[in-house]
C-alpha cells in the first residue's frame, strides 16, 4: 500500500502485536493499586515499534541515498526533508519515499484482521498521548476506519492531531521535544514525522 503525503508529514512502517494482560484481587492493598490502574500502561508492541521503525528508517535512507536524495534520519528515526526544495521537488521527494518505503518495507496484508490491529494500536497510540497532556479527536468506529485503511483513504492518526497543532502554532515543541513524545508514544505503521525546518 502506498502512502503519499503533503508537505510535513510522510506514513511508513508497520509493527507486530504482543498483548499485555493484567489480573486483580480484592486485598486492601490492591485497592490502594486499583486507583492506578487507571494509569496510562505502555502495551508491549511500542518497544518493538521503536526498534522497527528505526530499521526501516535506515532502509529507506539507503534506498533514497541510492536515488540522489541527500537525507538524514532526525532524533525520533524519521527521515528529515531536504532544505530548499520548491513545491515541485517536495512532490517529487515525498513520491520517492513512497517508491522506497514500497521497496523495502514488507509487505502489508490488506485484511480486516491487519487493519483491526492497526486501528488498536492507533488507540493505545492515542491513550499515550493523551497521558502525556495532549487532546485527541474521537476515533471513528473500528469499522469504518478499517472500511478507510483498505480503501487507501485518509486515516484517523493520533500523531496527525499534534503535527496539526504544532504546524498551525497552537502547540509549540523543538524537535528535540517531539522525538522525544514520538519515542514514548510510537504510532504502529503509519509513522508521524514533522519538519522542523
Not at 67 to 82: C, I, Q
Amino acid at each position: 500500500m502506498k502512502s503519499r503525503l503533503s508537505g510535513r508529514t510522510f506514513l511508513v512502517s508497520l509493527c507486530f502485536v504482543s498483548l499485555a494482560l493484567s489480573g486483580c484481587s480484592f486485598s486492601e492493598e490492591s485497592e490502594d493499586e486499583s486507583s492506578s490502574s487507571d494509569e496510562w500502561r505502555e502495551p508491549g508492541w511500542m518497544a518493538e515499534a521503536r526498534q522497527t521503525q528505526e530499521e526501516e528508517a535506515s532502509k529507506i535512507q539507503t534506498c533514497l541515498d541510492e536515488k540522489g536524495w541527500d537525507v538524514e534520519k532526525t532524533e525520533d528515526s524519521s527521515l528529515s526533508v531536504p532544505e530548499g526544495l520548491n513545491d515541485e521537488q517536495k512532490t517529487l521527494f515525498f513520491e520517492t519515499i513512497g517508491d522506497c518505503s514500497d521497496e523495502v518495507l514488507d509487505d502489508f496484508e490488506n485484511t480486516d484482521e491487519a487493519w483491526q490491529i492497526k486501528y488498536d494500536r492507533a488507540l493505545d497510540t492515542r491513550d499515550c498521548l493523551e497521558d502525556e497532556g495532549h487532546k485527541i479527536p474521537a476515533p471513528p468506529s473500528k469499522d469504518a476506519w478499517v472500511k478507510a485503511g483498505k480503501g487507501n483513504q485518509d486515516l484517523w492518526t493520533p500523531f496527525q492531531f499534534v503535527i496539526d497543532k504544532i504546524s498551525s502554532g497552537e502547540l509549540s515543541m523543538t524537535e528535540s521535544e517531539f522525538a522525544t513524545l514520538y519515542d514514548k508514544c510510537p504510532q504502529a505503521g503509519p509513522t508521524a514525522s514533522m519538519s522542523f525546518q
